[in-house]
């Protein structure tokens, strides 16, 4: 699967993931590479011209979370509101770019990161809680429609999605690596397949999409994939990967150090007396 990407080039491609528990959540990350065309409707990609979705998990434009774009080179996170509660940065055309956005809930009010390229782009604080909804996960453009509306033009590589929401330096940490590990992973599609109706996840929650064109699901091989071999995570792979540990090991961490401070105080304290 190297060098493979989905490209979306008719209004009809995209890849779905059914509605799960790994997907109800309060806080989130997700990392989405994408390489834009065009923001524009000039080509008939979106059925409204001029929001092209790049993903979104949302019955409505009420519901949910997404990342879209507008022209002439922006890009758009939001949760409940897409045009209330979103942030927003500016990414070039016809060329990769890898996005992070993250939401944490807080009850005095929720926080909205967008990075682009492993630097905070745009930050929004005091938003409400993100309405949940039982809709898929879509990924280039939205389930509306019969040919799916608001369609993405151009490629988008691996999407991950964490439980929480990151911190800026792990956001940066992780920036310069192809592969990011930590048992907060919830999704993971590296959307490489190339000869496959599923679209595997390669998280614990083995949570697998479904490459469809209108409505119905196709194999892979029958997509086209991206023409440009230069693939930045794929290039990245000689500078490791980055392991963002969950918080249970953490704490679980700060308990053996503890642990281990606490053994050799006593020990000193014997050999002392």
Not at 82 to 99: G, M, P, Q, R, T
Request: charged letters at 20%.
């Amino acid at each position: 699967g190297q060098g493979m990407v989905l490209v979306v080039d008719k209004r009809s491609v995209r890849v779905e993931v059914p509605n799960g528990a790994n997907l109800l959540f309060g806080s989130f990350s997700v990392q989405v590479w994408v390489k834009p065309k065009s923001w524009s409707d000039g080509e008939g990609y979106q059925r409204e011209p001029g929001w092209p979705v790049i993903l979104c998990k949302s019955r409505s434009w009420a519901d949910g979370f997404g990342i879209y774009g507008s022209p002439p080179n922006t890009v758009h996170a939001y949760i409940n509101e897409w045009n209330k509660c979103d942030v927003s940065a500016s990414i070039e055309l016809n060329k990769w770019s890898c996005l992070v956005m993250t939401y944490e809930f807080k009850p005095e009010g929720g926080v909205l990161h967008l990075f682009v390229n492993g630097k905070l782009a745009a930050r929004r604080d005091g938003l409400p809680p993100m309405r949940k909804n039982d809709a898929p996960l879509v990924i280039g453009s939205t389930q509306w429609g019969d040919m799916g509306w608001y369609a993405f033009h151009g490629s988008i590589g691996p999407v991950t999605f964490w439980s929480r929401a990151l911190k800026e330096a792990e956001v940066g940490q992780m920036a310069g690596c192809r592969v990011v590990k930590g048992e907060d992973v919830v999704l993971n599609l590296e959307l490489n397949e190339t000869n496959s109706v599923e679209a595997s996840d390669l998280s614990s929650s083995a949570s697998n999409g479904k490459y469809m064109d209108s409505l119905t699901p196709v194999n892979r091989s029958q997509l086209p994939f991206d023409d440009d071999c230069m693939l930045p995570w794929e290039n990245m792979s000689s500078k490791g990967s980055a392991n963002i540990a969950g918080w249970n090991t953490r704490i679980l961490l700060l308990g053996l150090g503890s642990c281990l401070v606490l053994v050799f105080g006593v020990r000193r304290l014997l050999k002392a007396t």
